[in-house]
T-cell receptor
Framework: DGGITQSPKYLFRKEGQNVTLSCEQN?????MYWYRQDPGQGLRLIYY???????QKGDIAEGYSVSREKKESFPLTVTSAQKNPTAFYLC????????????FGPGTRLTVL | DAKTTQPNSMESNEEEPVHLPCNHS???????IHWYRQLPSQGPEYVIH???SNVNNRMASLAIAEDRKSSTLILHRATLRDAAVYYC?????????????FGKGTKLSVKP
């Protein structure tokens, strides 16, 4: 079955540590996105990538980094510079940034202890 | 992207139709109207989208006002599995970013 997978589902980290969230898609989509969701709020864009080896900052990129070395993969690193990293992180993909439908993964809930 | 306004919450009875409203008075001619929904602790799921004409698919119908300043998502027979937060989103194409701007949405509760 085609889709997007994110791992792990729950992640705990100590303050001051970097952590990497995985996102993999087998939909052959060019565009991929990372969003952050806080309780009771909508989603906010962290980074997006239109194509392999290219990515751009979204609205709240500070304290985060990404890479796009393969079409299928778009990992997100939450660095120690991110002031409030506890949140629900969602990865999505679409055929291109000009396409209507985005497909979302199940999300990773990150808690900083 | 223009802004949308939705009620914070709505209630429905199971097996009855549900009409979820969305106002978007500053919509531009190139904005598509998208609806997504998010079940608890899951990623959002695409529901439907349209530009000017009403649209139907297996999940729902989208009714768009003639002036396009408002739209309504219609679930024809609500089930308990339809309980979710529904997001109405405007999006123009042709720009490079491509992301969807999610507001707080409408939390739909379905009573048995």
């Amino acid at each position: 079955d085609g889709g997007i997978t994110q791992s792990p589902k729950y992640l705990f980290r100590k303050e001051g540590q970097n952590v990497t969230l995985s996102c993999e898609q087998n939909l052959n989509h060019d565009a991929m996105y990372w969003y952050r969701q806080d309780p009771g709020q909508g989603l906010r864009l962290i980074y997006y990538s239109q194509i392999v080896n290219d990515f751009q900052k979204g609205d709240i990129a500070e304290g985060y980094s990404v890479s796009r070395e393969k079409k299928e993969s778009f990992p997100l690193t939450v660095t120690s510079a991110q002031k409030n990293p506890t949140a629900f992180y969602l990865c999505a993909s679409s055929i291109s940034t000009n396409y209507n439908e985005q497909f979302f993964g199940p999300g990773t809930r990150l808690t900083v202890l | 992207d223009a802004k949308t306004t939705q009620p914070n919450s709505m209630e429905s009875n199971e097996e009855e139709p549900v009409h979820l409203p969305c106002n978007h008075s500053t919509i531009s001619g190139t904005d598509y109207i998208h609806w997504y929904r998010q079940l608890p602790s899951q990623g959002p799921e695409y529901v439907i989208h349209g530009l000017t004409s009403n649209v139907n698919n297996r999940m729902a119908s989208l009714a768009i006002a003639e002036d396009r300043k408002s739209s309504t998502l219609i679930l024809h027979r609500a089930t308990l599995r339809d309980a979710a937060v529904y997001y109405c989103i405007l999006h123009s194409y042709g720009g490079s970013q491509g992301n969807l701007i999610f507001g707080k949405g409408t939390k739909l509760s379905v009573k048995p």
